[in-house]
């Protein structure tokens, strides 16, 4: 045993040798044979940062993907505008309660890593007009906005998301909404819906008490 063990060491066949003599450890990992000299570059987690404050808004970096806002937070009258694409590998965007109240416009625009966007309650309320565009989000699954969040929004916008599964927009959300958009393509007559893996559409209490036309076309969806 002992120059089998010397004989596979000296001809670096594998990366882990066991000497039946040595004592044995609880549990190894897996072994994998390696060239002499092979590099192995442990696997990074995924990178989240926390936002509290006005001025990390526009810290990004590339290899964030995960992004939260903090409750209570960026309420300045200075923020009217996020650049949503300084964080290009955003996989989940997490929007606490009472955020961002002043944004005239919260645009998640070609993040083609994107799968999850949640808003808390009272989110983006001040300012009228505004509007939640997401467009060319390829992996996009679901859009969840909590109570009376973007009422005072005059849009709705998601477009290019052919994988999206799930839209939950709770009650007094888009109360003052004028314009409904919700299609897989980059082309629309003004209100309708195309998204074809769409399975679960939520509308709460009091969204889209203005007038707006709304037709649902998505087969398979549940609307409740």
Do not use: Y
């Not at 526009?58 to 309420?75: F, M, T």
């Not at 996989?91 to 005239?104: D, E, H, P, S, Y």
């Amino acid at each position: 045993m002992r120059d089998a063990v010397a004989r596979i060491k000296r001809e670096g066949k594998t990366t882990v040798v066991i000497d039946a003599k040595d004592p044995q450890p609880e549990s190894i990992g897996t072994v994998v044979n390696l060239k002499p000299g092979t590099v192995v570059q442990p696997v990074a987690p995924m990178e989240r940062v926390v936002i509290s404050h006005e001025q990390e808004l526009e810290r990004g970096a590339a290899v964030v993907q995960e992004v939260v806002v903090c409750d209570n937070s960026c309420n300045e009258t200075s923020v009217t505008a996020w650049r949503v694409a300084v964080f290009p590998s955003l996989r989940v965007l997490q929007i606490g309660q009472n955020c961002l109240a002043n944004l005239a416009e919260l645009a998640l625009c070609d993040l083609p890593m994107l799968e999850k966007v949640t808003v808390g309650s009272q989110s983006v309320t001040r300012h009228a007009g505004s509007r939640l565009l997401i467009r060319n989000c390829a992996v996009l699954k679901q859009v969840k906005v909590g109570a009376g969040s973007f009422a005072s929004s005059a849009e709705l916008c998601i477009t290019e998301c052919q994988l999206l599964e799930s839209v939950e927009l709770m009650d007094g959300c888009f109360a003052a909404c004028q314009q409904v958009l919700l299609q897989s393509g980059g082309s629309s007559d003004g209100g309708g819906i195309d998204l074809p893996c769409l399975i679960q559409l939520v509308l709460g209490k009091g969204v889209f008490q203005k007038e707006c036309r709304f037709q649902l076309e998505s087969s398979g969806v549940e609307e409740s």
